[in-house]
């Protein structure tokens, strides 16, 4: 089916049930940031395949919004169509919110997929039309009936996470929740969230890619846990183990009519961000809805000791796995023809190599020359570029293991680099030592700390539109809250088990890109009369390309902390190498 086809059969859709505009977001009803082939309806539609992008189609225009990472991708997968490409945050095109409150007028109504938005999103936008006349309407899915080949719902079969993983049992961790849940006053908790309910339930499933979770919702009360999934995915050793803790199933969808049960005169915990409409809809007048991060994203932030020393082994199963590529493609490069693709192949099948790899924790970034300064670059069949004995290579990957959930990035020089390309590179490695071995007061955010990986950067005149840091999950999310590092006020406590990356870049639109990425935990350090300090341990070991640094540049604290977190991965994984590769890595790590 044609794209224009696929929106004309949409308008006529849409002038049956008397909408003026329909948008058909990128997302599943859980908010998440991968979400399963089934709920790709804005790629069905447009036939963009970009991960991110909203389409907007009224009576007589049709409009793809997306990030500068598709552009190029984008334009050319809907050039024979009606769809118009906006650009998100290019000077000239206004964004979605934006267009919508310009070009609605009295009388028009929005209609949106009430499964893959948030009641947020709803009232958000409800709030900035509502002026004009224009009424926001959650509706059912209007693809469905045009989507003649529709991927099914996935239905990969979930596995148990053993308490080796985890560290705590499903009581441990619905006892703290619980005791939170009587702190905020609260009868009920509503947890859409498909990282948070398996965390809570240590299950994990394959209904995502890149991300091992089950689609599914919760429900908990001081005196019941139920989890709604299709039950087809849950064995009856499962269900038998999940009913000892406490937790009984149900069939996925029986949430909107337990919803629609709970007492007049209740209180239900839930965030409105992370709720979609067609379930918010089920809460009855006379429920209070208390609004609030969910509780589940604190506790799965702070990893425990068992999580902690699990993740140990994932990164040093990562670091063996990006030493064997890197030494591959030093030897390779000029012997054979490589490109962004088979490059980040080769990685993946080292990672494989690797005891208890699952999956890559989200698609890899290979990135050649003037590709590196996009910082969430992404090579595709139709556009990558080939690999040449020159220049500057990123590569940001990750992998999901039953160890943990890795995130990593190095630069390197496929060739002798520039004066300029070893200025850039030092000035991003000293940010990156900088944040990395500080230490700082307990109760201080990443906000608060971003400055440290930016300072070197800034007194030369540069800085990287993005943030240094995220939260990293257990066999989860690579991406995880609440805590962060950017300059995007947040004053969510750096907190011991905090697992965060630090990843300064430089990023020269046409030239090059540089990121240093490395994962660390948050750790308590000394205690005085100035109160508790706290500092980072190092999780990731992998070099930095020496041929790169500039050293002149460097402080006496800059050279030993390289020279020290060296020797650390020389230690730690040269003893999983092969007699080359070692004698390899030994010159890589090398004293400066």
Known sequence: MLVNDKIKALRDLMKKNGFTCYMEPTGDPHSSEYVADYYKGREFLTDFTGSAGTAIVTLDKAILWTDGRYFIQAENQ?????????????????????????????????????????????????????????????????????????????????????????????????????????????????????????WLFNIRGGDVTYTPVVISYALISANSANLYIDKNKVSNTIEEDLKKHGVSVSDYEDIKIDVENIALGSKILLNKARTNAWIYSSIKDGIEVIDKTDITEHLKGKKNETELANLRKAYIKDGIALSKFFYWLEHEIGNQDINELSAAQKLLEFREEQEGFIEPSFGTISAYGPNGAMMHYSATKESFSKLEQEGLYLVDSGGQYYNGTTDITRTISLGKPTSEEKRDFTLALKGHVNLISAKFLEGASGHALDVLARYPLWQEGIDYKSGTGHGVGYLLGVHEGPHRISTMPNQVALEEGMVVTIEPGVYKQGKYGIRHENVVNVIKNIKNESGQFMNFAVLSYCYFDLACIDKELLTKHEIDWINDYHNEVYTKIAQYLTESEAVWLKEKTRKI
């Open 78 to 198: 809907i050039k024979d169509s009606e769809f118009i490409l906006y650009k998100m945050s290019t000077p000239g095109y206004p964004s979605v919110s934006e267009w919508l409150e310009k070009n609605l007028k009295e009388g028009d109504n929005l209609a949106i997929n009430q499964l893959l938005v948030s009641q947020k999103t709803i009232e958000n936008l409800s709030d900035s039309l509502i002026k004009k006349g224009v009424v926001v309407k959650p509706t059912e899915d209007l693809l469905d009936s045009i989507w003649i080949d529709r991927p099914s719902l996935p239905t990969n079969p979930i596995f148990k996470l053993d308490m080796q993983y985890t560290g705590k049992s499903v009581e441990d961790k619905l006892e703290e929740l619980r005791e939170n849940l009587q702190n905020e006053e609260a009868d009920y908790f509503l947890l859409s969230s498909l990282d948070d309910i398996a």
